[in-house]
């Protein structure tokens, strides 16, 4: 089934916000999320690097603790950034989840989404643009199904660091099950997608739907209503 990108939001529920995740659970979609630590270990759910976007707030996400986190509001509500184990709660029996571990400065964030999701009872895969990130989830969890997350253009990153996020470089080490590609990326070379699944990001309307439907088995989408759902 088709994944809701940061939960289902829209129409004054943020994105990324524990209603969002609790709308899909509610009809049994499969949430894609993205995790982050916090200065006091603590594993939260937030897309963004930068707090100004979705809170107002400067600075990094990374550079705060859980309870300066906790004090802050999602934009335009009163909800808060949701840890990931209030998420898991949200979860469990009702969608899987798949589960972003996002770039950050503390390595050690992977080691604590593998010890959390060890204990887990519900359906989910792991996947980053970090290829030494999924490594480490291969090395720690060789039973979590994992993949990586890939761009023709990753923004911000340096040419070299570009190079390997679009060919993928390192999925000889990695032995992704998946791919999840930005969709105007799309079809990708078969000698780098042999044996596995495809997904795409981030769909956001009919027409793309449409148009990426024969490369991929899934898709990522927000802000429209895909066909498997109407």
């Known amino acids: 089934r088709p994944i809701c990108h940061r939960g289902l939001w829209g129409d004054g529920v943020a994105e990324n916000s524990a209603t969002a995740y609790e709308n ?21 759910s937030f897309h963004d690097n930068t707090l100004e976007r979705m809170t107002g707030e400067k600075g990094f996400i990374y550079e705060k603790s859980l309870a300066e986190l906790k004090s ?72 979590f199904i994992r993949g990586i997350l890939a761009t023709e253009n990753a923004i911000g ?10 060919n993928m470089s390192f999925n000889f080490m990695i032995k992704p099950d998946f791919i999840s590609y930005s969709w105007t990326g799309l079809p990708l070379n078969k000698r780098k997608t042999k044996d596995k699944a495809i997904l795409c990001w981030t769909v956001k309307d009919e027409e793309t739907e449409n148009k990426i439907k024969p490369f991929v088995d899934n898709i990522i989408y927000e802000t429209f209503v895909p066909e498997k759902y109407r």
């Open 157 to 166: 990153e340096s040419p070299l660091n570009k190079f390997v996020i679009r």
């Open 24 to 44: 899909a659970a509610r009809k049994g979609y499969p949430i894609e999320i993205d995790l982050y630590k916090t200065t006091d270990g603590a594993l939260v």
């Open 72 to 143: 802050l509001n999602l934009i335009g509500t009163n909800e808060k950034i949701p840890t990931f184990s209030e998420v898991l709660e949200i979860a469990k029996g009702r969608s899987p989840l798949l589960i972003e571990i996002k770039n950050q400065p503390d390595k050690s964030v992977v080691k604590s989404v593998a010890e959390t999701l060890k204990g887990y009872g519900g359906e989910f895969a792991v996947q980053s643009f970090n290829p030494f990130y999924i490594n480490e989830v291969k090395k720690r969890a060789p039973e």
